[in-house]
T-cell receptor
Framework: NAGVMQNPRHLVRRRGQEARLRCSPM?????VYWYRQLPEEGLKFMVY????????ESGMPKERFSAEFPKEGPSILRIQQVVRGDSAAYFC?????????????FGPGTRLTVL | SQKIEQNSEALNIQEGKTATLTCNYT??????LQWYRQDPGRGPVFLLL?????KEKRKERLKVTFDTTLKQSLFHITASQPADSATYLC???????????FGTGTRLLVSP
């Protein structure tokens, strides 16, 4: 059973460009979460999605950031008009629909560098 | 505001000893407390979860305690090994299937 997959693993963008980060949850998992880890800081929650629904986006910046988890395909975190402060590691996690108590399974992360 | 504190200084111990890491929280009433391990350049890996009505949980060489009166969790690794060297994160959540609120983590270094 493959784990959570994220791609790309490393992404370099110039200021003003768009960044698209993809996440495929573990098989059988229907809950997806995105977190951001700034250098020397802890993991910060961004958004929680289920298929075709955003459940909690309280950690998402109001502008430039959006997320989706379509019926088919991976979850996408999209950052428009990137700025240097967006440089961070972005982690996706998933959890199963039934069973468990909320433990989350993390992907390897996408490291975004904005030049 | 909600705060989760872990010792920001690295914990250095000798192989074979017991490592004890602390997680304190304020302005929070979590239903679950979780511990994760994170190695450099990798995503966190789930280790243990303890519920608010549980005092202690064990898994192999790992033990977690949860004191909701003190608002503290202790994470123990017995018979530590150099391979246990990593950053350990505590995370809180009100109920399952919600966002995790993470502490900043404590780096553990186990020397041979």
């Amino acid at each position: 059973n493959a784990g959570v997959m994220q791609n790309p693993r490393h992404l370099v963008r110039r200021r003003g460009q768009e960044a698209r980060l993809r996440c495929s949850p573990m098989k059988g998992h229907s809950h997806v979460y995105w977190y951001r880890q700034l250098p020397e800081e802890g993991l910060k929650f961004m958004v929680y999605l289920q298929k075709e629904n955003i459940i909690d986006e309280s950690g998402m910046p109001k502008e430039r950031f959006s997320a989706e988890f379509p019926k088919e395909g991976p979850s996408i975190l999209r950052i428009q008009q990137v700025v240097r402060g967006d440089s961070a590691a972005y982690f996706c996690a998933s959890s199963p629909q039934d069973g468990g108590f909320g433990e989350q399974f993390f992907g390897p992360g996408t490291r975004l560098t904005v030049l | 505001s909600q705060k989760i504190e872990q010792n920001s200084e690295a914990l250095n111990i000798q192989e074979g000893k017991t490592a004890t890491l602390t997680c304190n929280y304020t302005n929070y009433s979590p239903a679950y407390l979780q511990w994760y391990r994170q190695d450099p350049g990798r995503g966190p890996v789930f280790l243990l979860l303890i519920r608010e009505n549980e005092k202690e949980k064990r898994k192999e060489r790992l033990k977690v305690t949860f004191d909701t009166t003190l608002k503290q969790s202790l994470f123990h690794i017995t018979a530590s090994q150099p391979a246990d060297s990593a950053t350990y994160l505590c995370a809180l959540t009100n109920t399952g299937f919600q966002k995790l609120v993470f502490g900043t983590g404590t780096r553990l270094l186990v020397s041979p």
